[in-house]
Every structure is written in C-alpha cells, then in structure tokens.
C-alpha cells in the first residue's frame, strides 16, 4: 500500500525557519512533490523532489531522501501569509495512462508574531 | 488564462437528489482529476481522465461518474446523493503524464448532503 506521515499541527514565531518532515511508504517511488492550502482555498504547487537532494525556491526548500524514505520542506524567513496547511505527495509507479499519487493529510502550520 | 474552474463555489443537496459539479481548464492539459477532501484528511482521488473521450477509476469512485467529450471539461456526477459525501471536491489537471507531480487545482466544491 502506499501511506504518508507528516506531523499535524507545527506552531512557528514569524521571521523564524521552520521544517515540516514527512515519511512515507510507496511502492514504485518516483519522487516527492509539496502542496500550500491556505484556509477555504485551493491547494497550490511548491515544490518537488525526485532526486536525493535540497531543492531551493526563494524561501521555502524541500529535501528528499530515498534510502530514508523521508523528505521535509523548510520555509525561511516565515512571513504571516505562510499560515496555511502543506501537504507531501508521493508519486508512484504508472498503471496504464495514470501516475499513483497519494496525498498526506496536511500539516496546518500557524505563524504567530 | 483563468486556469482552473469550478462551478458550484457551494451546494447543499437533499439524500437521493443528483448533481453535476463541473470543471474546465483553459490550459490544454491531457490530464484531468477529481477529489475529495474530507475535513482534516488529505485528496482522495474519485476519477481521472488522460484525454478526451479516456476515464477511469481512482481510490474513491463508488458513487460517483464522470465524462470526458472534450480537453476542456471534465464534469463530476454524483447520483443519489448520500450524506458520506459531503466534502469539498477539487478538480485539478497536469500538461502531461510526466508532470503529474505538478497538479493546477480549481478552487473546489463545498457540498453538503443532508
């Protein structure tokens, strides 16, 4: 079966870095991608990592280590708007014209002053 | 481009009523996808679709059917409604198959079944 791990609620002071882990259990892997929802939205596209390694985009960073199973993605710097829920998405093998993907359940991370 | 979008923002519906959530895209993309979001849980997948006139099942599809005459839509019928689906439902696409990870989502259907 396929199942993802991320911790459900993170609480980090604004200006501050904060890492969200996730780990998962997928059979075929090919890589790990991230998701932003802000409350009532819709859930946007941050990053993805289908190779070991650290990948940057302006603030927010994600990791992936296949031997570890496990990736997690940084935010720097938080800001006040990065109050929203991030989700991991593990991508699997191809079945016919279809990539498995199965989402975590999201971890809400709050940004106080 | 308006990307991806959805239509009703909010439904309420009576057990045993149908209804037809509708979504398009103007971004040309192949690949199209239904979910469902339960509160505190993560997308559950209903139906994709990897080209007009092409569907199939997802995780999740009892309950529910789907149909792709062209690129652009991709409509979700729910036929006797039930109260286990109440949920927000999104609809999403990719450009390829290759690019499944990045997924442009729509920005969803609040239905309640009472």
């Known amino acids: 079966g396929q199942s993802l791990e991320q911790p459900s609620e993170v609480t980090a002071v604004e200006g501050a870095i904060v890492q969200i882990n996730c780990t998962y259990?997928?059979?075929?892997f090919y890589g790990l991608s991230w998701y932003q929802q802000h409350d009532g939205g819709a859930p946007t596209f941050l990053s993805y990592n289908a190779l070991d390694g650290l990948e940057e985009t302006g603030r927010f960073s994600s990791f992936l280590s296949r031997s570890d199973s496990y990736g997690y993605l940084l935010l720097q710097e938080l800001q006040m708007k990065d109050s929203a829920s991030y989700f991991c998405a593990a991508f699997g093998?191809?079945?016919?014209?279809?990539?498995?993907?199965?989402?975590?359940?999201?971890?809400?991370?709050q940004v106080i002053p | 481009n308006?990307?991806?979008?959805?239509?009703?923002?909010?439904?309420?519906?009576?057990?045993?009523?149908?209804?037809?959530?509708?979504?398009?895209?103007?971004?040309?993309?192949?690949?199209?996808?239904?979910?469902?979001?339960d509160p505190g849980m993560g997308l559950k997948l209903i139906y994709y679709s990897v080209g007009a006139g092409i569907t199939d099942k997802g995780e999740v599809p009892n309950g529910y059917n789907v149909s792709?005459?062209?690129?652009?839509?991709?409509?979700?019928?729910?036929?006797?409604?039930?109260?286990?689906?109440?949920?927000?439902?999104?609809?999403?696409?990719?450009?390829?198959?290759?690019?499944?990870?990045?997924?442009?989502?729509?920005?969803?259907?609040?239905?309640?079944v009472t």
């Open chain 1, 25 to 28: 259990q997928t059979s075929g």
């Open chain 2, 68 to 112: 792709r005459s062209t690129t652009e839509d991709f409509p979700l019928r729910l036929e006797l409604a039930a109260p286990s689906q109440t949920s927000v439902y999104f609809c999403a696409s990719t450009e390829s198959r290759g690019s499944s990870y990045e997924q442009y989502f729509g920005p969803g259907t609040r239905l309640t």
């Open chain 2, 2 to 37: 308006a990307g991806v979008t959805q239509t009703p923002k909010f439904r309420i519906l009576k057990i045993g009523q149908s209804m037809t959530l509708q979504c398009t895209q103007d971004m040309n993309h192949n690949y199209m996808y239904w979910y469902r979001q």
């Open chain 1, 93 to 109: 093998p191809y079945s016919g014209g279809y990539q498995k993907v199965t989402f975590g359940i999201g971890t809400k991370l």
